[in-house]
């Protein structure tokens, strides 16, 4: 509902602005696709090139 919507998106701004790190680490470890989301971040860290290689990585995978 409602809460869930704006504590992910609390989480989110927070995770953006102060890294991972300063996130509990139970949220993280109950986080879906937490690996999936970690790649995107370090993708976004490198630009459009880490975006792309990222992009590429999970197509691949699908394909598999």
Not at 20 to 42: G, H, K, N, T, W
């Amino acid at each position: 509902g409602r809460s869930a919507a704006v504590g992910a998106l609390t989480g989110a701004i927070l995770g953006a602005k102060l890294g991972a790190e300063a996130l509990p680490d139970f949220y993280l470890e109950s986080l879906e696709a937490a690996d999936i989301l970690e790649q995107l971040a370090r993708a976004a860290e490198d630009g459009e090139d880490g975006m792309e290689a990222l992009i590429q990585a999970l197509g691949s995978s699908e394909e598999a």
